[in-house]
């Protein structure tokens, strides 16, 4: 949602951190892969790799020039190749910070392909134009579901005060028609989709514990701008 870009950008540079130099991880590196290009390492999530395509030469990007990069740079760059790639703007808030969140940890494209899956378009292409974003809107809770995880499930209907037992049948369904909890179920099935996602990386167990525990902050972040969303506005 388009008021939500600059809370957004402090949530994941906040979860990425400083400069950080790891050689075993790929985007430390401006090729891209382990041992391709410079080691240069990240910093505030900006890779290695992403800084080659920001100037355009992988042999350019240094250690120096890594660490002088500045936070004001860095929002800069999330916002032209994640945010607006991904249209967070015209998403609703939650989904906004799902999709921009893992799209920066991971790749736009795989973000925006676990939605499209989500809300039944039917050839995926990584890219949200005005059939994705229709469909978003539109989705039914019933086709939403299957998507979601046991535990997450769980959590859901937890939060519409239903009896957990991770199954989405009639009785949740008609909770979260009367609860209206479209975007929140899709909050959901983001996270089991995002969750699957880190579970097949290769190096998910040497840094799995790390994307989890992001999940699990982007989810609740997501549920913050929900409820934000939601509140009355101040009377003046």
């Not at 809370?7 to 906040?14: E, G, H, V």
């Not at 900006?46 to 890594?66: D, E, F, K, N």
């Amino acid at each position: 949602m388009r008021n939500n870009l600059s809370k957004s950008l402090d949530f994941t540079l906040a979860a990425e951190g400083g400069y950080q130099c790891n050689k075993a991880d790929d985007g430390n590196w401006s090729g891209g892969r382990v041992g391709r290009g410079n080691l240069a390492g990240t910093k505030y999530g900006i890779s290695a790799a992403l800084m080659a395509l920001v100037v355009g030469s992988v042999a350019a990007v240094t250690p120096s020039m890594m660490r002088k990069l500045t936070v004001s740079q860095a929002r800069d760059i999330a916002t032209e190749r994640f945010w607006r790639v991904m249209r967070c703007d015209d998403l609703p808030a939650g989904i906004d910070v799902m999709l921009f969140d893992f799209g920066f940890n991971s790749t736009p494209e795989r973000a925006v392909r676990h939605l499209q899956a989500i809300v039944d378009f039917k050839n995926p292409d990584g890219l949200i134009g005005p059939d994705t974003l229709f469909r978003v809107e539109h989705i039914q809770p019933a086709t939403i579901a299957p998507f979601i995880s046991h535990d997450y499930a769980e959590q859901l209907q937890s939060w519409l005060g239903v009896s957990p037992d991770g199954h989405i049948g009639p009785l949740t369904l008609a909770a979260a028609a009367a609860q209206q909890a479209h975007d929140v179920m899709l909050v959901y099935a983001l996270a089991s989709q995002q969750e699957a996602a880190y579970r097949s990386f290769k190096k998910f167990p040497v840094f799995g514990d790390g994307w989890l525990n992001r999940l699990e902050a982007r989810v609740a972040f997501a549920h913050q701008l929900l409820a934000a969303q939601s509140a009355p506005a101040a009377v003046a």
